[in-house]
């Protein structure tokens, strides 16, 4: 067997992130706690939590001729991210504002900058030359972008999975080309229509993977996550109990150590205990990438997880 890797096609910002008691109301001033600038990005966030797990990760991407650029091009680097088919364009990066209050819940805007020149050939490029086991992909860069990337790898035989964050509309051949769909509960609120808690949650989420013919994976935050498979009920896997400090890129986590259980062989609902293990130790602590388990201790959870695997 071929070694496991993973090829994230997805953004990167820079995370300009207040910390407040509470969010102002519109037209209010209020004085804050704290700032922190952070790197993240969905994309980059995934990839980052991913590589830390040990596994080959690469990236596609493009980032500013900024300061910006060059400080992600440099994390990258430091992660060991492979960065063969990031590029470099003119105009600013990313950034992202984010408010978190004090319960740790966050607002985020993104600016998306030169996320939006990802360009599908490279992105093609990528899939048929680092020979991915999964490609991972957001809505924070072009959906022609992941399209053709999940294009290329369908023809392949190769894993997708879409987060479908920020929640916005989807085309109908991205979705056609998606193997897992991982949204969180808003998400699944803007995508599907219905709650993904709350009576008669289980067959919304069921009757949204039927629909769709995907393996949907919605995370519930400090509820864990819900996991339709085809076939089979509903399942739910339960998020260990931790003081929240800030959410900001739980779900990123999330999806990087997901998409390394996958790769590794762990059956979904394994993939998704180390999934929720790894969202919950982010939590708590600031920041987004900061916020991260370190290569040393990724490691050290997974492997209970994948020993046997």
């Known amino acids: 067997m071929s070694e496991p890797r993973i090829l994230v096609v997805g953004s990167t910002m820079v995370d300009l992130i207040a910390y407040a008691k509470r969010l ?43 300061a910006y650029g060059t400080t992600h091009m440099q994390n990258f680097n430091d992660e060991g991210i492979d960065t063969t088919w990031m590029r470099t364009v003119q105009g ?12 740790g819940m966050n607002r985020i805007i993104t600016i998306l900058g030169a996320n939006d020149a990802t360009d ?41 999975l879409l987060n479908p964050a920020p929640a916005r509309p989807i085309v109908p051949e991205l979705l056609s080309l998606t193997d897992w769909l991982t949204p969180n509960e808003s998400e699944f609120a803007a995508l599907f229509g219905g709650e993904a808690t709350g009576p008669g949650a289980d067959e919304r989420i069921r ?8 393996r949907l994976i919605v995370t519930l935050g400090v509820e864990g996550a819900a996991l339709a498979l085809p076939g089979e009920p509903v399942r739910h896997v339960a998020a260990p109990k931790v003081s929240v400090v800030d959410t900001t890129g739980a779900g990123d986590s999330f999806v990087g150590a997901f998409s390394v259980g996958l790769v590794r062989g762990l059956e979904p609902m394994r993939a998704a205990e180390l999934a929720c293990a790894c969202a919950s130790a982010s939590v ?11 290569r040393e201790e990724a490691q050290a959870l997974a492997a209970p997880y994948l020993k046997g695997a």
Not at 147 to 155: K, L, S, T
């Open 284 to 294: 708590q602590k600031h920041g987004t990438q900061s916020s991260y388990l370190s």
């Open 92 to 103: 600013s990066s990313g950034v992202a504002p984010i408010w978190v209050d004090a319960s």
């Open 120 to 160: 599908p050939a490279v992105a093609v490029q990528a899939v048929n030359e680092f020979h991915p086991t999964i490609v991972v992909a957001q809505l924070e860069t072009p959906q022609a972008t992941t399209v053709a990337a999940f294009r290329a790898a369908r023809e392949k035989g190769i894993t997708t």
């Open 207 to 214: 009757a949204a993977a039927d629909a769709n013919k995907v």
């Open 24 to 66: 102002p109301e519109a037209g209010e001033t209020i004085v804050g706690d704290r700032f922190q600038i952070g790197l993240g990005g969905k994309g980059a966030n995934q990839a980052v939590m991913a590589a830390r797990f040990g596994v080959p990760v690469a990236m596609v991407n493009a980032v500013g001729d900024d």
